[in-house]
């Protein structure tokens, strides 16, 4: 099963390629689902996200291929409508969650913590959040349990949905059709995840690295 499963990530641009010939139009539902999915429901962190946005963008430059503006469009509608799905949950549901003091997971501090965070770097996180895999699905949810200000967190999810859509995949309009990267496909996809999971791994190195009374 996780073989197939990375099978399938490493090669989109062929499995996109064969779903296309075998059912056409539906390729735009399909990837519609995939991306409103990532970022709506927290329980789907795993699915592709910026690969996936690459891949497709360079079927738009094929002959015969998908058209750029109608990806463009309905990906950054799911995108945003899907942020906001996350948001909408965190925002009912998340608090009930934290209720239990002697947990160490649920624990409500937790909950205070992350009203500070968001109430000081907010808007920044869930525009950068677009651009890291698994943070991106969790970070509008948690955006919505710390009661971040609902304009404000729909002004940002609008313009870190679009740049992240537009960026990834003209990215992949634009050069992933070039002789070297289809010939290096599932290494262009690689090095996507590991640009994308670097801020994660510095951040987390810093932190480790802080004393503890300033971790504290």
């Not at 990837?31 to 409103?36: H, R, S, T």
């Not at 291929?65 to 799911?78: K, V």
């Not at 997971?105 to 890291?132: C, D, W």
Request: aromatic share 18%; charged share 15%.
């Amino acid at each position: 099963m996780i073989e197939q499963f990375l099978d399938l990530f490493f090669n989109l641009n062929q499995f996109l390629g064969e779903f296309i010939q075998e059912h056409g139009t539906w390729i735009y539902v399909l990837l519609f689902v995939i991306i409103f999915a990532e970022t709506g429901f927290i329980v789907t962190p795993f699915l592709p996200g910026d690969s996936l946005l690459f891949a497709v963008g360079a079927l738009t430059a094929i002959e015969g291929g998908l058209d750029l503006w109608s990806l463009l469009i309905s990906l950054s509608i799911a995108a945003i409508i899907g942020d906001f799905v996350n948001y909408s949950t965190g925002y009912y549901f998340g608090p009930k969650i934290f209720t239990k003091k002697d947990s160490k997971l649920f624990n409500p501090k937790h909950l205070h913590k992350t009203e500070k965070f968001y109430q000081k770097y907010g808007p920044f996180t869930i525009v950068i959040a677009r651009f890291v895999p698994i943070i991106r699905t969790f970070a509008p949810f948690v955006a919505g349990m710390a009661k971040m200000n609902r304009a404000k967190f729909i002004t940002y999810n609008i313009s870190g949905g679009l740049v992240w859509i537009f960026s990834f995949t003209l990215l992949g309009h634009y050069f992933g059709n070039l002789p070297f990267v289809k010939k290096n496909f599932q290494y262009v996809i690689i090095a996507i995840i590991i640009v994308s999971v670097l801020p994660i791994v510095i951040a987390y190195f810093k932190e480790r690295n802080k004393p503890d009374e300033t971790a504290a």
